[in-house]
């Protein structure tokens, strides 16, 4: 399994503002995600992030609003960009390695004022 | 496409009994079949997976669940509920080959009552 860190834990930013979050992982992946959810309810995919190549951002999603980077195996950053109030959530990185399983990181819970 | 339904929102169970979470999953082909946890404040941890073999698959805390393809189902058990059970339980499926997305559930709150 995989050990995921992301950073930071949780931010308060004022709207038309950038956050940029961080995720860590313990060892070298193949693929890494990232994903929005609401409090309580189901997670949606962002995009799919593969070191070496542009991010694959899912419908609804555009990479001038969520520019993703993956310099290397063990590293992304998400960025939400000009951020409004809608853009509150709970942001979660998640990895897989050589197998079927993703492992997630504890999040970043963004309320956006 | 392929999807996954978790058709009770809430499940409620006494400390002690044995406690069910349904899933039923909609994947042409031979489906990969994930559980996932949620406690509040945290990001969703991996409990159990089928990918193949063993119709009943065994993970974390206790938990096991049985894969059934004729009912399309792979709802997750344990004999016995704890407290500490109390959390959002995702289930989740993928398609092999392994790098492909992955489709959630909408996620069914356990509440376990002392």
């Known amino acids: 399994s995989a050990v995921i860190s992301q950073k930071p834990s949780r931010d308060i930013c004022q709207r038309g503002t950038s956050l940029t979050i961080q995720c860590q992982v313990d060892?070298?992946?193949?693929?890494m995600f990232w994903y929005r959810q609401q409090p309580g309810q189901s997670l949606t995919l962002i995009a799919t992030?593969?070191?070496?190549?542009?991010?694959?951002?899912e419908s609804g999603f555009v990479i001038d609003k969520f520019p993703i980077s993956r310099p290397n195996l063990t590293f992304s950053t998400l960025t939400v960009s000009n951020m409004s109030p809608e853009d509150s959530s709970i942001y979660l990185c998640?990895?897989?390695?050589?197998?079927?399983?993703?492992?997630f990181g504890p999040g970043t819970r963004l309320l956006v004022l | 496409a392929q999807s996954v339904a978790q058709p009770e929102d809430q499940v409620n169970v006494a400390e002690g009994n044995p406690l069910t979470v349904k899933c039923t999953y909609s994947?042409?082909?031979?489906?990969?079949l994930f559980w996932y946890v949620q406690y509040p404040n945290r990001g969703l941890q991996f409990l159990l997976k089928?990918?193949?073999?063993?119709?009943l698959v065994k993970g974390s805390y206790g938990f096991e669940a049985e894969f059934n393809k004729s009912q399309t189902s792979f709802h997750l058990k344990k004999p016995s509920a704890l407290v500490s059970d109390s959390a959002l339980y995702f289930c989740?499926?993928?398609?092999?080959?392994?790098?492909?997305?992955?489709?959630f559930g909408t996620g069914t709150k356990l509440q376990v009552i002392p």
């Open positions: 998640s990895a897989q390695g050589g197998g079927e399983t993703q492992y």
């Open positions: 060892s070298q992946v193949t693929m």
């Open positions: 992030a593969n070191q070496g190549s542009e991010a694959t951002y």
């Open positions: 994947v042409s082909g031979n489906p990969y």
């Open positions: 089928y990918i193949t073999g063993d119709n």
């Open positions: 989740a499926s993928s398609r092999p080959p392994g790098y492909q997305k992955v489709t």
